[in-house]
């Protein structure tokens, strides 16, 4: 049972270039989304989705794209990299309808530098 | 809207020490759910506990506590006889109905606990 499969576990970009961080989980959440945590300012989250087609902003989308064509997947698109945006990025997922208190499973997280 | 307040920024003790960890919460919902997680220096997200809103009873698994009160709207972490292994950042979450019917979960900012030996 994987769970949450994120990667890269790494990545280093030079500003401007852009890139796709990977997510995907096997246990057919319908809820997935992206944070980020910064030092001090815990868990920031970027986007979610709540089903395949649906995605909605979270409270710091600026400069990110989603997607979500399949309910396992849930990619995360750096646009065009700033130095703002090094940091660690965390991949969720959970159940919702009917089982709403189930905790949400989280990616080992990718360590994001732009130079 | 809801919320999650997690006022301890960081807190240093020595080993052996016991340490409560704060967690104040907001919703209007009746019917909410209430999380803990641990992030050890590797950097993952653990989880610890959820708490239901109508089951206000107190849990303790061997050195962890949990004190959940409804009355002040906190869901509190007390470690006892803390440990070097213990030193890592801890997450409240809450998720309840109120967040656009969806349940998303909200996490409060994290408390870095050290423990020294």
């Known amino acids: 049972n994987a769970g949450v499969t994120q990667t890269p576990k790494f990545q280093v970009l030079k500003t401007g270039q852009s890139m796709t961080l990977q997510c995907a989980q096997d246990?057919?959440?319908?809820?997935m989304s992206w944070y980020r945590q910064d030092p001090g300012m815990g868990l920031r989250l970027i986007h979610y989705?709540?089903?395949?087609?649906?995605?909605d902003q979270g409270e710091v989308p600026n400069g990110y794209n989603v997607s979500r064509s399949t309910t396992e997947d849930f990619p995360l698109r750096l646009l065009s990299a700033a130095p703002s945006q090094t940091s660690v990025y965390f991949c969720?997922?959970?159940?919702?309808?009917?089982?709403?208190?189930?905790?949400?499973?989280f990616g080992q997280g990718t360590r994001l530098t732009v130079v | 809207a809801q919320k999650v307040t997690q006022a301890q920024t960081e807190i240093s003790v020595v080993e052996k020490e016991d340490v409560t960890l704060d967690c104040v919460y907001e919703?209007?919902?009746?019917?909410?759910?209430l999380f803990w997680y641990k992030q050890p220096p590797s950097g993952e997200l653990v989880f610890l506990i959820r708490?239901?809103?109508?089951?206000?009873q107190n849990e303790i698994s061997g050195r962890y506590s949990w004190n959940f009160q409804k009355s002040t709207s906190s869901f509190n972490f007390t470690i006892t006889a803390s440990q070097v292994v213990d030193s890592a950042v801890y997450f409240c979450?809450?998720?309840?109905?109120?967040?656009?019917?969806?349940?998303?979960?909200?996490f409060g900012r994290g408390t870095s606990l050290i423990v020294h030996p």
């Open positions: 989705s709540v089903g395949a087609g649906i995605t």
């Open positions: 708490r239901n809103s109508f089951d206000e």
């Open positions: 246990m057919n959440h319908e809820y």
């Open positions: 919703t209007r919902d009746t019917t909410y759910y």
């Open positions: 979450a809450l998720r309840s109905f109120e967040s656009g019917g969806s349940y998303i979960p909200t």
């Open positions: 969720a997922s959970s159940p919702l309808t009917g089982a709403p208190n189930t905790e949400a499973f």
